[in-house]
């Protein structure tokens, strides 16, 4: 079976560093996503790994490893507008997104 | 035009209406998407045009019925639906279905069924 594990909600406080990780088990796998999404909007595009090792884009960084099946999204200085929800999504063998639960991350002041 | 719209943004029915949901994109996107996500729940993928013409249909019961009238629009035709089609039906379009592509998503419409 398709599997996508994530943290269901993790804590952090303004100013500081976030990783949020994400295992995966595929039939296949064609890359990985990174969505933000808002409560009651739609997800947005944050980030895209098909190689091995780290992409950095301004305060978000995405990291990949296809031989764990693992990668994690940084958030640093985080901004309160960071809370969210963010979504993990592998690209499976068919090209079909397969989605994880989400990590609803909670920013403190 | 980078952006996916949805309308109605809100919607209530009840279980014996017909509502339509419409999605709309003008970026050349040759696939279409349609998501239903409840809440605290990741998207469940309902339907993939690609070209106008449907893909993909994840095993979604009758009373949805996806259309694609052209390249830039597409339908989702509800009828007779139950209180637990209540969610929030995402539309996405990419640039093709059958390579990687980043999806980009409309704001949704959240459905009520009474």
């Known amino acids: 079976g398709q599997n996508i594990d994530q943290p269901t909600e993790m804590t952090a406080t303004e100013g500081a560093i976030v990783q949020i990780n994400c295992t995966y088990q595929?039939?296949?796998?064609?890359?990985l996503f990174w969505y933000q999404q808002h409560a009651g909007e739609a997800p947005t595009f944050l980030s895209y790994?098909?190689l091995d090792g780290l992409e950095e884009k301004g305060r978000f960084s995405s990291f990949l490893s296809r031989s764990k099946g693992y990668s994690y999204l940084l958030l640093k200085e985080l901004q309160m507008k960071d809370s969210a929800s963010y979504l993990c999504?592998?690209?499976?063998?068919?090209?079909?997104?397969?989605w994880g639960a989400g990590t609803k991350l909670i920013i403190k002041p | 035009d980078t952006e996916v719209t949805q309308t109605p943004k809100h919607l209530v029915m009840g279980m014996t209406n017909k509502k339509s949901l419409k999605c709309e994109q003008h970026?050349?996107?040759?696939?279409m998407y349609w998501y239903k996500q409840k809440a605290k729940k990741p998207p469940e993928l309902m339907f993939v045009?690609?070209?106008?013409?449907?893909?993909i249909n994840e095993s979604v019961p009758s009373r949805f019925s996806p259309e694609c009238p052209n390249s830039s629009l597409l339908n989702l035709h509800l009828h007779a639906l139950q209180p637990e089609d209540s969610a929030l039906y995402l539309c996405?379009?990419?640039?093709?279905?059958?390579?990687?592509?980043?999806?980009?998503f409309g704001p949704g419409t959240r459905l009520t069924v009474l």
């Open positions: 790994n098909v």
């Open positions: 595929t039939s296949g796998f064609n890359g």
């Open positions: 970026m050349g996107h040759r696939a």
């Open positions: 996405a379009s990419s640039q093709g279905s059958s390579d990687i592509n980043e999806q980009f």
């Open positions: 999504a592998v690209v499976d063998s068919n090209y079909q997104l397969i």
């Open positions: 045009y690609s070209y106008e013409k449907l893909s």
